[in-house]
Nanobody
Framework: QAQLVESGGGLEQPGGSLRLSCAAS????????MGWFRQPPGKEREFVGS????????YYADSVKGRFTISRDNAKNTVYLQMNSLKPEDTAVYYC???????????????????WGRGTQVTVSS
C-alpha cells in the first residue's frame, strides 16, 4: 500500500527557513512525479510546486517562486521542499502528492492526483 509521510513542519519566524520532507513507500518512487500543495486556514488547497520523476522540470506557483525549491532523492524515496524567506501568508498545512504524470500535479484537478500524504503544519509568525 502506497504511503506518503510528510515531516519538518513547525513554527518559524518571518524571514526564516524550513525544509519539509516527504518519505514515500509502497510505490515505485522513481517513476512518479512529486508535488507539494498547501491549504491555508479557511482556504482551498493550492498547488505549490512539482518535480518530475528524474528530478527535473520543477514548476512553482508564482507566490513561492524564487523562495521555495523542490528536490528529490530517488535512492532515499524522498522529496524535499526547501522554504526560504518565509512569510505569514505561507502558513498552511503542506501536503505531499505523487502522480505518474507531472501535468496532473501542475494543472489537473486535484481529485485526479493518485496519492496524497496527510500533511504537516507550517506556521509563520513572530
Amino acid at each position: 500500500q502506497a504511503q506518503l509521510v510528510e515531516s519538518g513542519g513547525g513554527l518559524e519566524q518571518p524571514g526564516g527557513s524550513l525544509r519539509l520532507s516527504c518519505a514515500a513507500s509502497g510505490l515505485g518512487f522513481s517513476a512518479y512525479a512529486m508535488g507539494w500543495f498547501r491549504q491555508p486556514p479557511g482556504k482551498e488547497r493550492e498547488f505549490v510546486g512539482s518535480i518530475n520523476s528524474r528530478g527535473g522540470r520543477p514548476y512553482y506557483a508564482d507566490s513561492v517562486k524564487g523562495r521555495f525549491t523542490i528536490s528529490r532523492d530517488n535512492a532515499k524515496n524522498t522529496v524535499y521542499l526547501q522554504m526560504n524567506s518565509l512569510k505569514p501568508e505561507d502558513t498552511a498545512v503542506y501536503y505531499c502528492a505523487a502522480d505518474l504524470e507531472s501535468w496532473t500535479l501542475v494543472s489537473g484537478p486535484q481529485a485526479s492526483v493518485r496519492y496524497w500524504g496527510r500533511g504537516t503544519q507550517v506556521t509563520v509568525s513572530s
